[in-house]
C-alpha cells in the first residue's frame, strides 16, 4: 500500500472548467502543479467567475486524484476496505 501511495504521488491529475477554460493540474499530494486560463475569458469585471472557474477546475482536479486512487486501492485489496488509509 506504501508503495501505491508513492506512486500516486508521482503522478499528475487534471480537471477542467468552464467548458476547459480553465484547467488545473495536481499531484497527488493535492499541489497544484500548473494553471492555465484561456485569455478570452480574463474580463476584469467577471473577476469572481474566474475565481469560480479556478475552484471547480482544482475541486475536478482533487476528484480524479480520488477516483483513481480509490481504484488503484480496489485493485490492491480486492475490494476489502481498510479503515483510516487513504
Do not use: H, W, Y
Not at 63 to 82: C, H, P, R, W, Y
Amino acid at each position: 500500500i506504501t508503495a501505491l501511495q508513492a506512486d500516486l504521488e508521482q503522478r499528475e491529475f487534471k480537471g477542467t472548467a468552464g467548458g476547459g477554460v480553465v484547467e488545473v493540474t495536481i499531484n497527488g499530494k493535492r499541489n497544484v502543479l500548473d494553471l492555465k486560463i484561456a485569455p478570452e475569458i480574463v474580463n476584469p469585471e467577471e473577476i469572481e467567475d474566474l475565481q469560480d472557474l479556478v475552484k471547480a477546475a482544482f475541486n475536478a482536479a482533487v476528484d480524479n486524484l480520488d477516483e483513481i486512487s480509490d481504484a488503484e486501492m480496489q485493485k490492491l485489496t480486492g475490494g476489502v476496505s481498510f479503515p483510516g488509509l487513504f
